[in-house]
């Protein structure tokens, strides 16, 4: 296979901005953010959620105010049947 043909794959560091975990990995990715971590070069990426600070991940319950979201639904909804009457 042509070398041309695959992208480089990078030292990467994904840092959960929420937890200050960091996640070490190897992507195509590139920051123009770069950190030494143990004596390696890594393009440092900055992610808002990842699996340490995802509730699905780390199983705490998160409040939604939905409240506004339903009475809106529903007042929409009985406008349109209102009208078909």
Known sequence: MKAEGHPALNNV???DVS?????????TMK???KEVIDGV???VVLRDVTSDS??????????VDTAGRV????SKFKRGAAKAK
């Open 54 to 63: 995802h509730p699905a991940y780390t199983g705490e319950k998160r409040i």
């Open 71 to 74: 009475e809106k639904f529903t």
């Open 13 to 15: 560091c994904y840092l």
């Open 19 to 27: 937890s200050g975990k960091r996640f070490l990995t190897k992507s």
């Open 31 to 33: 920051s123009a953010r």
């Open 41 to 43: 070069e890594h393009f």
